[in-house]
């Protein structure tokens, strides 16, 4: 699936996948990002995904979650299945190039407005809607600066900063990435006064059809006294999509994608 749930990962980050470097060289900060971008830009994917939003209100939310992502493009598709007064609310979101991304939010029957703020609450949780639609690890700047464990496991600090044509609501990001399985395990956003605005950290790595994924995400800092815990139950690649499902006549329609032939 892709991350960060892609992305998400946003996406969210729940599509990385684990392929260790070969290079018996060091490898580089361009390298590093780049094999993570290539990982979350992995095509077609479909996640069933329980979101647990605490805070003063707290709400367990059932979605289900469509991805297309190559290297030129991200469609996300997020859908609520549970509880049953929030099913069918759906939010499209879809980002080309180094292009600003744009959206819609469906509510049944009828109502439907577009995204003008990607600061907004993803669904009311602490991910914010660029958290998952956004590929960070494709910005112009990388840089190596430092390691630390996370866990247990010693980490790289990749630090992420967009270049003068991507735009992002973010000034720079860190991510501590477990380089043996290519697996982001921390996840650290920036406003430019230095501000911590988002913490999103891994707390489970599944294996999924050869890869190493993401699939419980702890998301914090967005809020006061307020987190999100992400679990992906179920992940699925090699699936079918139509153009129709990424569009608002597609939002309305509750479906799982079919398994492309093998």
């Known amino acids: 699936m892709s ?27 361009n390298d590093l990002a780049s094999r993570l971008s290539a990982l979350r830009q992995d095509g077609a994917s479909y996640v069933r995904l329980r979101m647990e939003i605490k805070g003063a209100t707290k709400e367990t939310l059932q979605l289900q979650v469509k991805e297309r992502r190559t290297e030129s493009s991200s469609e996300v598709v997020y859908q ?3 509880p049953k ?10 980002k080309i190039g180094n292009g600003p991304a744009s959206g819609s939010v469906f509510v049944p029957p009828n109502t439907l407005r577009s995204i003008d703020d990607l ?11 660029e ?48 380089v043996r399985r290519l697996v982001p ?24 059809a050869g890869h190493q994924i993401p699939a419980h995400l702890a998301v914090s800092g967005a809020r006061p006294d307020s987190s999100t815990l992400l679990d992906g139950s179920r992940i699925r690649h090699n699936v079918t999509y139509t153009d129709r499902d990424f569009t608002i006549e597609g939002l309305k329609e509750i479906a799982a994608p079919r398994r492309s032939p093998d």
Do not use: H
């Open 131 to 178: 958290d998952v639609v956004d590929n960070f690890f494709a910005w112009d700047q990388q840089a190596i600066v430092g390691t630390e464990e996370v866990d247990g496991v010693k980490c790289t600090i990749l630090e992420s900063k967009p270049g003068k044509d991507q735009r992002s609501i973010y000034a720079s990001l860190r991510s501590w990435i477990d």
């Open 80 to 82: 609520v299945l549970y």
């Open 119 to 129: 600061k907004e609450s993803l669904l009311g949780s602490d991910l914010s809607y």
């Open 3 to 29: 991350l960060l749930m892609a992305a998400t990962i946003i996406g969210l980050t729940l599509a990385f996948s684990s392929r260790a470097a070969e290079s018996s060289s060091p490898m580089t900060a």
């Open 185 to 208: 395990l921390r996840v650290e956003k920036y406003a430019s006064s230095g501000q911590m605005l988002r913490r999103i950290d891994t707390t489970r790595v599944v294996a999924d």
């Open 85 to 94: 007064e929030r099913k069918g609310e759906s939010v499209l979101l879809r």
